[in-house]
Protein backbone atom coordinates (compact mmCIF):
# COMPACT_ATOMS: atom_id res chain seq x y z
CA UNK A 1 0.00 0.00 0.00
CA UNK A 2 1.13 3.65 -0.97
CA UNK A 3 0.31 5.76 2.05
CA UNK A 4 0.35 9.56 1.33
CA UNK A 5 -0.21 12.53 3.49
CA UNK A 6 -0.97 16.26 2.13
CA UNK A 7 -1.02 19.41 4.07
CA UNK A 8 -3.52 21.57 3.41
CA UNK A 9 -5.83 24.14 4.56
CA UNK A 10 -8.59 22.91 2.81
CA UNK A 11 -9.25 19.25 2.90
CA UNK A 12 -12.15 19.33 1.90
CA UNK A 13 -11.30 19.60 -1.75
CA UNK A 14 -9.66 16.32 -1.96
CA UNK A 15 -13.18 14.72 -2.35
CA UNK A 16 -12.55 14.79 -5.50
CA UNK A 17 -9.81 12.63 -5.19
CA UNK A 18 -10.87 10.44 -2.77
CA UNK A 19 -14.81 10.15 -3.94
CA UNK A 20 -15.06 9.28 -7.42
CA UNK A 21 -13.43 7.32 -10.10
CA UNK A 22 -9.53 5.56 -10.29
CA UNK A 23 -8.62 7.35 -7.75
CA UNK A 24 -11.64 6.19 -5.41
CA UNK A 25 -12.16 2.91 -6.31
CA UNK A 26 -8.05 2.24 -6.02
CA UNK A 27 -8.14 3.64 -2.74
CA UNK A 28 -11.40 1.28 -1.50
CA UNK A 29 -9.43 -1.75 -2.75
CA UNK A 30 -6.70 -0.49 -0.16
CA UNK A 31 -3.93 0.23 -3.03
CA UNK A 32 -3.68 3.48 -1.42
CA UNK A 33 -4.46 5.51 1.91
CA UNK A 34 -4.47 9.29 2.49
CA UNK A 35 -4.42 11.50 5.03
CA UNK A 36 -5.63 15.00 5.22
CA UNK A 37 -3.84 17.30 7.72
CA UNK A 38 -4.66 21.11 8.49
CA UNK A 39 -1.82 23.32 9.51
CA UNK A 40 -4.14 25.62 11.35
CA UNK A 41 -4.75 22.75 13.73
CA UNK A 42 -1.26 22.90 14.90
CA UNK A 43 -0.94 26.76 15.00
CA UNK A 44 0.31 28.29 18.54
CA UNK A 45 -2.35 30.79 18.83
CA UNK A 46 -5.80 31.51 19.48
CA UNK A 47 -6.33 32.53 16.57
CA UNK A 48 -5.26 29.25 14.57
CA UNK A 49 -2.93 31.64 12.16
CA UNK A 50 -0.35 30.26 9.72
CA UNK A 51 0.48 33.18 8.17
CA UNK A 52 2.16 36.46 8.41
CA UNK A 53 2.86 40.02 6.79
CA UNK A 54 6.52 39.10 5.27
CA UNK A 55 9.39 40.57 6.32
CA UNK A 56 11.32 43.36 3.87
CA UNK A 57 7.59 44.05 2.91
CA UNK A 58 5.57 43.95 -0.37
CA UNK A 59 1.77 42.33 -1.15
CA UNK A 60 0.38 38.97 0.40
CA UNK A 61 1.58 37.20 2.97
CA UNK A 62 3.59 34.58 4.27
CA UNK A 63 3.24 31.03 5.61
CA UNK A 64 5.05 30.55 8.96
CA UNK A 65 7.44 27.89 9.43
CA UNK A 66 6.02 26.08 12.87
CA UNK A 67 2.28 24.97 12.32
CA UNK A 68 3.87 23.58 8.68
CA UNK A 69 6.99 21.83 10.17
CA UNK A 70 4.46 20.24 12.76
CA UNK A 71 2.03 19.16 10.40
CA UNK A 72 4.40 17.63 8.26
CA UNK A 73 6.39 16.22 11.20
CA UNK A 74 3.34 14.78 12.44
CA UNK A 75 2.20 13.41 8.89
CA UNK A 76 5.75 11.78 8.79
CA UNK A 77 5.35 10.39 11.93
CA UNK A 78 2.48 8.54 11.21
CA UNK A 79 4.18 6.86 8.07
CA UNK A 80 6.92 5.80 10.12
CA UNK A 81 4.19 4.05 12.46
CA UNK A 82 2.94 2.32 9.34
CA UNK A 83 6.41 1.18 8.49
CA UNK A 84 6.91 3.85 5.92
CA UNK A 85 11.19 3.29 6.44
CA UNK A 86 11.48 6.68 4.54
CA UNK A 87 8.47 9.27 3.98
CA UNK A 88 9.47 11.31 1.14
CA UNK A 89 8.24 14.91 1.68
CA UNK A 90 7.39 17.14 -1.69
CA UNK A 91 6.20 21.03 -2.05
CA UNK A 92 4.14 21.80 -4.69
CA UNK A 93 5.59 24.88 -6.30
CA UNK A 94 5.91 26.69 -9.43
CA UNK A 95 9.67 26.66 -8.95
CA UNK A 96 10.27 22.92 -8.32
CA UNK A 97 11.36 19.74 -11.07
CA UNK A 98 8.19 19.60 -13.89
CA UNK A 99 6.36 16.74 -13.51
CA UNK A 100 6.81 14.12 -16.45
CA UNK A 101 5.94 10.54 -16.74
CA UNK A 102 9.22 9.58 -15.39
CA UNK A 103 8.85 11.04 -12.24
CA UNK A 104 5.20 10.01 -11.96
CA UNK A 105 6.72 6.47 -12.12
CA UNK A 106 9.60 7.41 -9.65
CA UNK A 107 6.84 8.38 -7.20
CA UNK A 108 4.50 5.81 -7.35
CA UNK A 109 7.81 3.53 -6.50
CA UNK A 110 7.82 5.32 -2.79
CA UNK A 111 6.79 3.43 0.14
CA UNK A 112 5.02 6.53 1.26
CA UNK A 113 4.14 10.45 0.10
CA UNK A 114 3.67 13.93 2.30
CA UNK A 115 2.49 16.49 0.37
CA UNK A 116 2.82 20.06 1.32
CA UNK A 117 -0.07 22.21 -0.56
CA UNK A 118 0.91 25.75 0.25
CA UNK A 119 -1.14 28.64 -0.20
CA UNK A 120 -0.70 32.90 -0.22
CA UNK A 121 2.75 34.09 -1.24
CA UNK A 122 4.34 30.97 -0.19
CA UNK A 123 6.46 29.62 2.32
CA UNK A 124 8.93 30.76 4.86
CA UNK A 125 11.65 29.43 3.26
CA UNK A 126 13.15 27.87 6.02
CA UNK A 127 10.64 25.36 5.89
CA UNK A 128 12.15 24.26 2.63
CA UNK A 129 15.71 23.85 4.17
CA UNK A 130 14.17 21.92 7.55
CA UNK A 131 11.39 19.70 6.21
CA UNK A 132 11.27 19.40 2.33
CA UNK A 133 12.44 16.57 0.42
CA UNK A 134 12.01 17.76 -3.32
CA UNK A 135 10.01 20.56 -5.09
CA UNK A 136 7.23 19.33 -7.93
CA UNK A 137 5.87 21.72 -10.11
CA UNK A 138 3.17 20.57 -13.12
CA UNK A 139 3.77 24.05 -15.55
CA UNK A 140 4.58 27.12 -15.44
CA UNK A 141 2.07 28.95 -14.20
CA UNK A 142 0.80 29.93 -10.97
CA UNK A 143 -2.88 28.93 -9.38
CA UNK A 144 -4.06 30.15 -6.32
CA UNK A 145 -2.76 27.27 -3.92
CA UNK A 146 -0.96 23.64 -4.13
CA UNK A 147 -3.97 21.60 -3.32
CA UNK A 148 -5.05 20.76 -7.28
CA UNK A 149 -1.58 20.18 -8.25
CA UNK A 150 -1.30 17.99 -5.46
CA UNK A 151 -4.45 16.48 -6.77
CA UNK A 152 -2.63 15.85 -10.45
CA UNK A 153 0.46 13.96 -8.47
CA UNK A 154 -2.05 11.95 -6.94
CA UNK A 155 -3.77 10.56 -9.64
CA UNK A 156 -0.85 10.28 -12.34
CA UNK A 157 0.86 8.17 -9.50
CA UNK A 158 -2.38 5.78 -7.99
CA UNK A 159 -2.72 4.71 -11.98
CA UNK A 160 0.44 3.83 -11.91
CA UNK A 161 -0.08 1.01 -8.62
CA UNK A 162 -0.68 -2.56 -9.86
CA UNK A 163 -4.51 -3.20 -9.73
CA UNK A 164 -5.78 0.65 -9.88
CA UNK A 165 -7.05 0.36 -13.86
CA UNK A 166 -9.25 -2.24 -15.23
CA UNK A 167 -7.07 -3.40 -17.85
CA UNK A 168 -3.80 -4.52 -16.78
CA UNK A 169 -2.34 -2.91 -19.97
CA UNK A 170 -4.49 0.32 -19.74
CA UNK A 171 -1.55 2.59 -18.50
CA UNK A 172 1.47 1.16 -20.58
CA UNK A 173 -0.79 2.28 -23.22
CA UNK A 174 -0.90 5.84 -22.45
CA UNK A 175 0.66 8.82 -24.05
CA UNK A 176 4.00 9.41 -22.65
CA UNK A 177 4.99 5.76 -21.33
CA UNK A 178 6.62 5.06 -24.52
CA UNK A 179 7.81 8.81 -25.21
CA UNK A 180 5.28 9.06 -27.76
CA UNK A 181 1.59 10.99 -27.85
CA UNK A 182 -1.34 8.52 -27.72
CA UNK A 183 -2.49 7.51 -31.10
CA UNK A 184 -6.30 7.98 -32.27
CA UNK A 185 -9.28 5.60 -30.51
CA UNK A 186 -12.27 4.77 -32.10
CA UNK A 187 -15.67 2.94 -30.52
CA UNK A 188 -19.06 2.40 -32.13
CA UNK A 189 -20.61 3.25 -34.56
CA UNK A 190 -18.49 2.02 -37.07
CA UNK A 191 -20.17 4.99 -38.89
CA UNK A 192 -20.72 8.20 -37.38
CA UNK A 193 -21.98 10.83 -40.26
CA UNK A 194 -20.10 10.38 -42.81
CA UNK A 195 -17.24 9.23 -41.17
CA UNK A 196 -15.67 5.84 -40.95
CA UNK A 197 -13.61 4.08 -38.16
CA UNK A 198 -10.30 3.14 -40.03
CA UNK A 199 -10.41 0.00 -42.01
CA UNK A 200 -7.29 -1.11 -40.66
CA UNK A 201 -9.25 -1.32 -36.99
CA UNK A 202 -11.95 -3.88 -38.20
CA UNK A 203 -9.47 -5.89 -39.60
CA UNK A 204 -8.53 -8.33 -36.89
CA UNK A 205 -4.67 -8.30 -37.77
CA UNK A 206 -3.48 -7.58 -34.99
CA UNK A 207 0.19 -6.60 -36.28
CA UNK A 208 -1.43 -4.55 -38.62
CA UNK A 209 -3.29 -2.36 -35.99
CA UNK A 210 -0.45 -2.29 -33.81
CA UNK A 211 1.55 -1.26 -36.59
CA UNK A 212 -0.99 1.33 -37.57
CA UNK A 213 -1.44 3.08 -34.01
CA UNK A 214 2.45 2.87 -33.68
CA UNK A 215 3.03 5.25 -37.02
CA UNK A 216 -0.39 7.39 -35.84
CA UNK A 217 1.39 8.09 -32.26
CA UNK A 218 4.62 9.13 -34.02
CA UNK A 219 2.62 11.32 -36.14
CA UNK A 220 0.60 12.78 -34.04
CA UNK A 221 3.51 13.64 -31.74
CA UNK A 222 5.60 14.63 -34.41
CA UNK A 223 2.84 17.53 -35.45
CA UNK A 224 1.98 18.26 -32.09
CA UNK A 225 5.26 17.48 -29.98
CA UNK A 226 8.13 17.43 -31.58
CA UNK A 227 10.25 18.30 -28.72
CA UNK A 228 9.39 15.08 -27.87
CA UNK A 229 10.62 13.26 -31.00
CA UNK A 230 13.88 15.15 -30.58
CA UNK A 231 14.34 14.06 -26.94
CA UNK A 232 13.00 10.44 -27.22
CA UNK A 233 14.88 9.24 -30.86
CA UNK A 234 13.43 7.03 -33.30
CA UNK A 235 14.41 3.52 -34.71
CA UNK A 236 15.06 2.80 -38.41
CA UNK A 237 10.96 1.12 -38.33
CA UNK A 238 10.08 3.71 -36.66
CA UNK A 239 11.76 6.57 -38.96
CA UNK A 240 10.25 4.56 -42.36
CA UNK A 241 6.98 4.64 -40.08
CA UNK A 242 6.82 8.47 -40.27
CA UNK A 243 7.56 8.92 -43.71
CA UNK A 244 4.89 6.97 -44.42
CA UNK A 245 2.75 8.69 -42.30
CA UNK A 246 3.70 12.35 -43.78
CA UNK A 247 3.34 10.78 -47.17
CA UNK A 248 0.04 9.79 -46.85
CA UNK A 249 -0.86 13.12 -44.75
CA UNK A 250 0.60 14.95 -47.86
CA UNK A 251 -1.84 13.30 -49.71
CA UNK A 252 -4.87 14.23 -48.08
CA UNK A 253 -3.68 17.98 -47.60
CA UNK A 254 -2.25 18.14 -51.31
CA UNK A 255 1.35 19.49 -49.38
CA UNK A 256 4.54 17.08 -48.10
CA UNK A 257 3.28 17.31 -44.78
CA UNK A 258 6.21 20.02 -43.63
Same mark, same amino acid.
Given at each position: ????????????????????????? /? $? %? =?? #???? *????????????? @??????????????????????????? /? $? %? =?? #???? *????????????? @??????????????????????????????????????????????????????????????????????????????????????????????????????????????????????????????????????????????????????????????????
Amino acid at each position: MLHIDVVTLFPAMFEAVTASGVTSR /A $R %E =RG #LYEM *VLWNPRDFSSNSY @RSVDDRPYGGGPGMVMMVEPLEKSIAA /A $R %E =RQ #LGCG *VAKPRVLHLTPQG @RVLDHALVLELAAEQGLVMLAGRYEGVDERLIARAIDDEVSIGDYVMSGGELAAMVVIDCVVRQLPGALGAADSAEQDSFVSGLLDCPHYTRPEMYEDERVPAVLMSGNHAQIERWRLKQALGRTWQRRPDLLEKRGMSKEERALLEEYRAELGQITGTAGE
